[in-house]
């Protein structure tokens, strides 16, 4: 049985495997992450900060916020590295909550399969050290989208409104998450 608990059985030994690699590939998404260039979307990304800091911006606060929180952490002066850590880290988390997300719908190893394959994407590794905000609305959508299937699925109305504002909240990352509200809202 796919959905057996970790551990118990040949099926469970599979679905630890698989979660070992997508741990092994969620640390890729540090490795050389302030070797890289300055590129522009770092540039951008550290004047937006400041500016959302000012109250001179309005555009994905949640994640300028963030970033200008690393900024602050780090001390001195900004670095590649900690422009990039938010990105980073919410790369790292959307990889088990894609597993998290459709395990209900799919089963375990199904779902843990779909994060092995988002870990392995290229474009999930190229965003999750980049600093801009998809992985972090792919994580906010991510959340969202589980808590819908599992309100719908369990019949909790409150679990499914929790999951559109969650998903909703994505849109503060980055407007085209705004795009699975009604998506979600139609189920």
Not at 63 to 70: P, S, T, V
Not at 120 to 149: I, P
Request: charged fraction near 15%; hydrophobic fraction near 55%.
């Amino acid at each position: 049985n796919e959905n057996s608990p970790a551990g118990s059985g040949e099926a469970g030994e599979r679905v630890g495997w698989i979660a070992a690699s997508v741990v092994a590939l969620a640390a890729l998404r540090f490795v050389q992450l302030g070797r890289w260039g300055l590129w522009v979307d770092e540039a951008f990304s550290l004047h937006d900060a400041r500016a959302l800091d000012l109250g001179q911006l309005k555009d994905n606060p949640l994640g300028y916020w963030l970033i200008a929180r690393a900024l602050d952490f780090g001390g001195s002066a900004p670095s590649e590295a900690l422009l990039r850590i938010v990105p980073a880290l919410f790369g790292i988390v959307s990889l088990f909550l894609t597993a998290w997300c459709f395990e209900p719908l799919f089963g375990r190893r199904r779902a843990w399969i779909a994060a092995l394959l988002v870990g392995l994407s290229s474009w999930h590794m190229y965003w999750s050290q980049c600093a801009r905000f998809y992985t972090m609305a792919q994580a906010l959508s991510l959340v969202g989208a589980g808590l819908v299937l599992r309100g719908t699925l369990r019949g909790s109305t409150r679990t499914y409104v929790a999951g559109l504002v969650v998903a909703a909240l994505a849109g503060t990352a980055h407007p085209s998450a705004a795009v699975l509200v009604p998506f979600l809202f139609a189920t």
